[in-house]
């Protein structure tokens, strides 16, 4: 299987609801649907008091995400599929104040994508495009993608919310990439049509498509582009380091300590001092007799599990195997998947079952972790 992918980013303007179950599923569809690797949200109206493993995002999906300070409106973030290496760590910051907005690095590449949302009461259109001048010239050279709701309307031309952000785009070479309606209000008897979705990007040759999907959540057409750029899968595996307490070193620091004299240490009239050398000395031959050693860690997995977590897994994988075993019948029989015979329902059933226990068992493993992060954090 190759390890590299055409890359799919999208943009939504949800209104809140990833707590709740209706939007979730909607976004959970539309991501399948159309394959997107990262998805900017706005409107989360989320704020500190909700942790984000409360919430009901797609399984496989990371959630990096930028509230708002004040009150529960407004906010945005970006959902990221695990398959994709990324870098959340870009060095992009500002003082200026009602800024809303999230950026990653595609890992192994020149791009930098931006999840925003301007709100018109919220962020002055000044200011945000002080903001926008500030990030284009720290990333100068760079290939950059702009996601998210601008809220100035690009089919008015004459507008002059509309030049000034035209005026902003032409001096770094960037281009607006969605031409249809984004957003469709209806007012008294009358319906208003604008474009306010946006995707902006100063390396427009590399997409392959730009286009506002039929999806709608909130009163929002969702929208996205592909870009012919072939993104790097992250490996199974990451590189950490640890001590290495094998027995035999843990046999040599025993023998160690035992044919050390500390005699000097006893004869000291201090006891602070003497705490001092000692712990020095430990310290010190510790880092000698148990070094550190580079070894691979699977991306799944989990530091001290719960007999919870261990018991989900496990179920999981059983009917894991019960579904392929099910679907493997149904390649035999011939029947050409025709989702009529028993054959084909009880696949569809078995592959019910483990959906709902993958769901389940992939709750109780990042519970898992949050409780271990908690413990040791307790702990130090």
């Given amino acids: 299987m190759s390890n590299i992918h055409n890359l799919t980013v999208g943009h939504c303007n949800i209104q809140g609801g990833l707590i709740g179950i209706s939007k979730s599923t909607q976004l ?44 529960s409106r407004g906010g945005c973030g970006l959902l990221i599929s695990n398959k994709i290496a990324y870098d959340d760590k870009v060095k992009i910051t500002t003082s200026m104040p009602n800024i809303e907005a999230k950026w990653i690095k595609i890992k192994s590449s020149n791009y930098y994508i931006c999840g925003f949302y301007r709100s018109r009461g919220y962020c002055k259109l000044d200011e945000f495009l002080d903001y926008f001048t500030e990030c284009m010239i720290k990333l100068k050279g760079k290939k950059v993608i702009w996601i998210g709701d601008i809220n100035v309307d690009q089919n008015k031309i004459n507008n002059v919310d509309y030049r000034k952000l035209d005026s902003a785009l032409k001096s770094f070479n960037m281009v607006q990439t969605i031409q249809n309606y984004t957003r469709i209000a209806r007012r ?16 427009y040759s590399d997409f392959e498509s730009s286009s506002v999907l039929p999806e709608k959540i909130g009163d929002h057409f969702s929208i996205k582009c592909v870009l012919q750029f072939k993104v790097e899968l992250p490996p199974k595996f990451e590189k950490i380091s640890i001590r290495d307490y094998s027995s035999n070193n843990i046999k040599a620091f025993q023998t160690y300590l035992a044919n050390t004299n500390l005699n000097s240490l006893f004869e000291c009239n201090q006891v602070d001092t003497a705490v001092s050398i000692l712990e020095t000395h430990l310290n010190r031959y510790h880092d000698h007799f148990f070094p550190l050693k580079t ?71 990042k519970n898992n972790k949050r409780e271990n992060l908690v413990n040791d954090l307790k702990s130090k």
């Avoid at 989360?44 to 009150?71: C, E, K, Q, S, V």
Wanted: net charge positive.
């Fill in 28 to 71: 959970s569809d539309m991501i399948k649907k159309h394959e997107m690797d990262i998805l900017s949200l706005n409107e989360t109206n989320l704020n500190d008091t909700i942790a984000t493993n409360t919430l009901n995002i797609p399984a496989n999906y990371t959630f990096l995400r930028n509230d708002r300070g004040t009150g």
């Fill in 188 to 203: 008294g008897n009358k319906f208003t049509y604008s474009t306010i979705d946006v995707i902006v990007t100063n390396c």
């Fill in 295 to 365: 070894i691979k860690k699977h991306v799944s997995f989990i530091y001290k599990p719960s007999q919870e977590s261990l018991a989900a897994i496990r179920a999981k994988k059983k009917l894991h195997r019960k579904f392929k075993a099910k679907l493997q019948k149904v390649i035999k029989s011939n029947c050409g998947s025709c989702n009529v015979c028993n054959k084909c329902i009880n696949a569809h059933l078995a592959w019910d079952e483990y959906r709902k226990q993958r769901n389940f068992t992939n709750k109780v493993t």
